[in-house]
């Protein structure tokens, strides 16, 4: 068995600085033998650094070595070509991939490729999602366009950036507007396009399988039982499509029917409502933690870990839904009680 090669996702809005950031990224030592698909149709550009070699898919030159895919049609079948397809002597040419957005992106469908296509999942390894948020814009961005909220749901990191511009709002106010929609995700700066690199490469919060993040900062659980109190400037979800999350805590066990009942009728009424759900969850009978992941109705296998890692033994669960009442969400957790 090879090792899964590490693929990362990288999205935002129209204007966000996903470009700047990827160019960037690119230059580091850490990424420096990448491979970037940009997932959008049409023209595509990444400042100075592109040399197209072929009109009918892009495929470019880095001037840092990497090479760069504009796909124009299925990415399923680019993530399975490219492995041969970009090597020399039996060997691929590169260490890991990133993915690009198009600003106007529902990442979900291709988180739902990456999940779902056992080709697919059998050479790649999600690592996380990033997505970046311009720091000047970004706020009326996320109230008025439901690609923007949904980008940062989703997100493992969310990156703010132009955060250097003198009418960059600050940081604080972002991070309040943006905890509600994603209680998961951390927020970082990356200023003038430059971020933490670390932070991208020690991305390991999509799949709980084999995951080397820490448990608790894997879930990076809050509870969330009171609603944060914003002042109207700073509140994303007076909208019909409001986005939320909640959070649940289960003190006894759950008998593991329960949850295969549970899970599958919730899914089933609400699947696509379900943004993205994580949970620890303690099942009857294991002597460990079962650690679950999904976005929308498709799930990550399940970690089952053979030890807590501290003494704290509650199942806690995360939802980031779209127009799901608390109340109802609520009621659907009661059923797994003994």
């Not at 149709?41 to 090479?67: F, K, N, P, R, W």
């Not at 056992?118 to 999600?126: C, F, H, S």
């Not at 944060?228 to 499509?241: V, Y």
Request: glycine share 4%; proline share 7%.
């Amino acid at each position: 068995m090879q090792p899964r090669i590490p693929l990362y996702l990288l999205t935002g809005f129209l204007g966000s600085g996903k470009t700047t950031l990827l160019n960037q990224l690119v230059k580091t030592s850490e990424f420096a033998n990448s491979l970037v698909i940009i997932n959008e149709l049409g023209s595509t550009s990444l400042d100075h650094l592109l040399m197209t070699h072929s009109q009918e898919e892009q495929v470019v030159e880095l001037a840092s070595g990497c090479i760069c895919c504009t796909i124009r049609s299925d990415l399923s079948k680019t993530l399975r070509d490219i492995v041969w397809r970009f090597s020399r002597q039996g060997r691929k040419q590169f260490d890991r991939v990133l993915i690009e957005t198009t600003g106007l992106a529902d990442p979900a469908p291709v988180l739902h490729t990456l999940m779902a296509d056992p080709k697919i999942a059998d050479q790649y390894r999600l690592h996380g999602v990033v997505t970046c948020v311009d720091s000047v814009n970004g706020l009326s961005t996320l109230r008025e366009h439901f690609e923007a909220r949904q980008q940062a749901a989703v997100a493992d990191l969310i990156l703010l950036t132009k955060q250097d511009l003198p009418e960059a709002m600050p940081v604080a106010d972002l991070t309040s507007a943006l905890r509600p929609l994603n209680p998961l995700a951390q927020i970082a700066l990356a200023e003038q396009g430059q971020a933490d690199w670390q932070l991208i490469g020690q991305l390991d919060h999509a799949e709980p399988v084999q995951s080397d993040t820490p448990l608790q900062s894997w879930l990076r659980f809050t509870p969330l039982a009171d609603e944060p109190q914003l002042t109207p400037e700073l509140q994303l979800n007076a909208h019909g499509d409001a986005i939320q999350a909640y959070s649940f805590e289960l003190a006894e066990p759950i008998p593991m029917p329960k949850f295969e009942l549970w899970l599958n009728e919730l899914l089933a009424l609400k699947g696509p409502d379900l943004l993205r759900m994580k949970a620890i969850l303690h099942i009857q009978g294991f002597p460990g933690p079962m650690v679950i992941h999904g976005v929308q109705h498709l799930f990550h296998p399940a970690a089952f870990l053979t030890q807590w890692p501290n003494a704290d033994r509650q199942s806690k669960l995360v939802f980031i839904t779209r127009n799901i009442p608390r109340e109802l969400l609520a009621q659907s957790v009661q059923m797994l009680r003994p």
